[in-house]
């Protein structure tokens, strides 16, 4: 069996607990550190939501959980450029796929004194260069602790990251954006430029794999406190769903559940059914499409001086995935 070391960085929220409950329940994954950042809500509420889960499963003697980044690199500097992050519920009316605190009860776990960045970057230049990272709230602790200690770059195995999407958005005025993506686009960049093994599972993806009811109860069903949890998440997001979010072909009572499909496409890289190397960048010019990718699958590049070159292959982009093998290894894990 392949052993994979893993740094999960989330902005938890409902689908990060369900790959939370995933990695902390894979005997391939050894579950080196959490690292939590701001996202899906500011990061007091995104680390203490991150404990919650590792309680909630009675895993809070073995998994450590590091607090990163308050806010992202630049994007809230100027004020009308990202007015709602930090996102807090004042801005929703309650309908929407997280809350602030996640349904599960309060907890007495604290996080670690050092912080995700300073985490990262002792990690990683201490190890032989095995540990693989599943990023999937917005980059900002990997971008900062890349441009601290770049020699960190060299040391990580591969970067799993839920973000970006091609013709799927759900961010920015024009909804083009990716969340992850579009919270942070510089760091996004950075991370993108970094010259690490990049695999970039986007929403495209995400939303033609959503779970079911019917699944998520059998979760339920099977009387384990992570398919009780991961159950909770999963309603949740299909009721909000199906009052808001028709506009994304997910199909009725079911709903994305992004996160989770990067530790499947982790444990089994056969749930990825289409992968194509090619160039990502970000958009972060603030305009139209700030936090916008774009993708190249062109194989050259011209710059200003009009040289054609050829391109720069950064990303392994996830294309088409199997939903049912998702499911399965999801049901799998939670119900153990
Ligand atoms: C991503 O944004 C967040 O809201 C989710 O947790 C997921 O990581 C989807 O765009
Ligand atoms: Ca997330």
């Known amino acids: 069996m392949e052993k994979y070391k893993v740094i999960l960085d989330v902005d938890t929220g409902t689908d990060d607990a369900v790959a939370i409950l995933m990695a902390m329940a894979a005997e391939e994954i050894d579950l080196l550190g959490i690292c939590s950042v701001n996202g899906n809500r500011n990061v007091e509420l995104t680390t203490d939501n991150t404990l919650r889960v590792v309680d909630f499963v009675g895993k809070g003697d073995e998994v450590k959980v590091y607090k990163g980044c308050a806010l992202p690199l630049v994007c809230t500097l100027n004020k009308d450029r990202r007015p709602l992050i930090p996102y807090g519920d004042k801005y929703f009316d309650g309908q ?5 605190h996640l349904d599960l009860p309060e907890t007495s776990l604290q996080p670690q004194d050092k912080c995700a960045v300073s985490y990262y970057i002792d990690t990683l230049m201490a190890s032989e260069g095995d540990i693989t990272i599943v ?18 770059c060299s040391k990580i195995k591969e970067i799993m990251i839920m973000g970006a999407g091609l013709e799927e958005g759900n ?10 993506f579009w919270a942070d686009p510089e ?3 950075i991370v993108l430029q970094s010259g690490c093994k990049l695999t970039i599972v986007p929403l495209d993806v995400t939303h033609k794999t959503g779970i079911k009811l019917k699944e ?7 009387g384990t406190k992570a398919g009780y949890a991961a159950a909770t998440f999963i309603k949740r997001r299909i009721k909000n769903y199906s009052n808001f979010q028709h506009n994304w072909h997910i199909g009725e009572e079911t709903a994305a559940v992004h996160d989770a499909l990067c530790i499947a496409g982790l444990l089994d ?19 139209t499409a700030d936090g916008v990718s774009v993708v190249s699958f062109k194989p050259v590049t011209r710059d200003l001086d009009g040289i054609f070159r050829p391109a720069v292959k950064n990303v392994d982009l996830v294309m088409e995935a199997d939903r049912e093998k998702f499911a399965a290894i999801m049901h799998e894990l939670v119900t153990k």
């Open 96 to 100: 929407e796929n997280h809350g602030n």
């Open 135 to 152: 990023a999937v709230g917005p980059l900002t602790n990997l971008a900062v602790a890349m441009r601290a200690e770049p020699r960190i």
């Open 171 to 180: 961010s920015g005025p024009l909804q083009r954006a990716e969340f992850n």
């Open 187 to 189: 760091a996004a960049e």
């Open 216 to 222: 998520a109860q059998a979760f339920e069903d099977s």
């Open 269 to 287: 890289r056969s749930v990825f059914t289409k992968v194509v190397n090619c160039n990502m960048h970000m958009d972060y010019s603030g305009g």
